[in-house]
């Protein structure tokens, strides 16, 4: 998930890692970025309002909020989301994973929004994923015919558009990530959560917002 820093040749950025109440896996993130790649990372609290000259913000998972109402509803109503939506409408870049990927479906940054899922049951397990389109900053470095395995651990990570949103973001190779099996095929069997044609990623028709 993080082959957007190839794509910058390895330059040093400026990464905002946002916590919220519940934010259970931002120090991953961080522990990544700055030991892994060697990257500068500011870490920005749900209340603030400056971004710090950040290049690329991150909205890591965890349980925003305990998931009141909806899983990043109440999140999506933090100050700094003020902040971030100019930053993504300006060209800033903004990934969203697992909890982040539900708050920025809330905050209108992405298509779409996460339901629970099918079975009603929290999920954690190791998944693989057919990379979807080389087309953006985070898949422009993946091997579309080698199936990614990684973990996943939620229980609202359905995710549904109506057709019109549906067909709109198909049109516009939005998805970026769709569960499968390790050979990359694509079933009702290898959709653990019920998402919608086995979605598991994508990102807005700008390509500066990523979901996943």
């Not at 519940?22 to 990372?41: R, T």
């Not at 009141?68 to 930053?87: E, H, K, Q, T, V």
């Not at 558009?161 to 390790?182: C, G, H, M, P, W």
Request: glycine share 8%.
């Amino acid at each position: 998930m993080f082959n957007f820093v190839v794509k910058f040749n390895l330059l040093l950025m400026r990464f905002g890692v946002v916590i919220f109440p519940g934010s259970n896996c931002d120090q991953d993130l961080i522990y990544v970025l700055e030991n892994i790649y060697n990257q500068e990372v500011i870490r920005l609290w749900h209340k603030d309002t400056h971004l710090q000259g950040c290049d690329f913000i991150l909205l890591p998972g965890g349980f925003s909020f305990g998931d009141y109402l909806r899983s990043g509803a109440i999140a999506s109503f933090s100050p700094i989301m003020n902040s971030i939506i100019d930053f993504a409408n300006n060209g800033g870049f903004v990934l969203g994973i697992c909890n982040g990927f539900q708050i920025l479906c809330e905050s209108g940054l992405l298509p779409g929004t996460l339901l629970h899922n099918k079975t009603h049951k929290f999920i954690c397990k190791n998944v693989f994923l057919s990379t979807q389109t080389n087309n953006s900053c985070i898949t422009n470095k993946i091997d579309l015919n080698n199936p990614l395995c990684v973990p996943i651990a939620h229980a609202e990570g359905r995710f549904f558009a109506d057709k019109k949103t549906l067909n709109k973001i198909n049109d516009n190779d939005q998805v970026l990530f769709r569960y499968s099996d390790e050979s990359g095929n694509i079933s009702s069997e290898t959709n653990l959560n019920g998402a919608v044609e086995n979605i598991a990623g994508v990102c807005n028709i700008n390509r500066n917002v990523f979901g996943m």
